[in-house]
């Protein structure tokens, strides 16, 4: 694998990366799991420290960047949400520039994109953006490694994103599936689509990669020839409680079960970025199983148990993706 220079950049969103780099960032990655898992030493960022601001919760992005950053021989500091100044006390140019005067990366997960960009316009050292409403770039490279691992290459995969189309997760497949030139369907109620002028981006970047990008508000239509069926939660981290009701009316059209799993290709697999509802063994899930009288949500349990499921490879994956992110961008 021939080294690309990476160093400096910031990781805000994948439209900012062409597709020879996410492919090398993948590949990257790969090599790393490969050094992990034997027990081979990888600390050549030794000396470093990095700042992970967390202002929703976060299992794995934040293990992943703290393993990653411990692996490489870097420092943490983790800042939660109600434990630092950002936007209450401190602006976020100021953060920034406090931060970049002591760390040598800075992570943010959060709300609005505009947040992330703001961060790493007035920081000196990388940003990477750890979700924001919009974009999840990190689960991005962790989805595209378990693909390739499962399917040997991404060539002529097809991904039925189904649920919530407008949000963080089916925004980043939108952009991933253009750049990489594979195919993305988006199942949803039509209000439900991702926003037209993120589309036209995306279509404009996939004339010139013969990506397919499809909408398609029949589930059983959509996954018509679909490798890898997605989907997410249907309400997201920062949304109003009152809008579980509509969701679980809008969107269960779009659950995955095991017939949706049977309309799909013959060797299509089910993804989930996690956390996922797909019994009531959670505090939420049982208290909105019980007030709507459901048993599973966006996925059943069947589908996420079964053997086509690959959730918690693709969690693992988040990890090693996380570390090439974060080698590349600080030159390890
Ligand atoms: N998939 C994902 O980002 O998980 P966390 O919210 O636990 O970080
Ligand atoms: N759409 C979800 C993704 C969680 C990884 C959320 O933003 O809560």
């Known amino acids: 694998m021939n080294k690309m220079d990476l160093k ?3 990781f805000l969103k994948l439209l900012d990366y062409t597709a020879e780099e996410i ?5 990257l990655a790969a090599d790393y799991k490969k050094k992990k898992k034997a027990g081979e030493l990888h600390d050549t960022l030794k000396g470093k420290n990095v700042a992970l601001i967390f202002e929703k919760t976060s299992t794995r992005t934040r293990c992943s960047f703290e ?8 420092g943490t500091t983790y800042l939660e949400p109600a434990s630092s100044q950002i936007g209450k006390k401190e602006s976020i140019a100021d953060t920034a520039r406090v931060l970049a005067g002591m760390f040598d990366g800075i992570e943010y997960r959060g709300y609005g994109q505009e947040i992330v960009e703001e961060l790493a316009k007035y920081s000196k050292v990388p940003v990477w953006n750890g979700l924001t409403n919009e974009f999840h770039p990190t689960q991005m490279l962790a989805d595209l490694l378990t693909i390739r691992e499962h399917f040997g290459s991404l060539e002529g995969i097809k991904v039925a994103y189904m649920g919530d189309a407008r949000y963080n997760m089916a925004n980043s497949w939108m952009v991933t599936c253009a750049k990489m030139g594979m195919d993305f369907v988006a199942c949803s109620p039509k209000e439900y689509f991702p926003n037209a002028e993120l ?7 996939a004339k010139e990669t013969g990506a397919t ?4 508000e029949d589930a059983k239509e959509g996954v018509k020839g679909a490798n890898v069926i997605y989907t997410d939660v249907w309400v997201s981290m920062g949304e109003p409680d009152e809008i579980w009701e509509e969701r679980i009316r809008d969107l269960s059209p779009y659950k995955v079960d095991k017939d949706l799993m049977d309309h799909a ?4 697999i089910f993804m989930h970025c996690l956390p996922a509802f797909h019994d009531l063994k959670t505090e939420i899930g049982k208290e909105k199983g019980e007030q709507y009288n459901v048993t599973e949500l966006e996925v059943t349990d069947e589908v996420f148990e079964s053997e086509r499921s690959l959730v918690f490879e693709e969690a693992e994956n988040r990890m090693h993706t996380i570390k090439a992110v974060m080698a590349a961008t600080l030159g390890a």
Request: overall charge negative.
């Open 8 to 10: 400096g950049r910031d």
């Open 23 to 27: 492919t090398y960032l993948v590949d």
């Open 67 to 74: 393993v990653a950053a411990h692996d490489l021989g870097m």
């Open 199 to 205: 589309i036209e981006t995306c279509q404009a970047i």
């Open 213 to 216: 990008l499809s909408f398609c």
């Open 265 to 268: 290709a013959e060797n299509a």
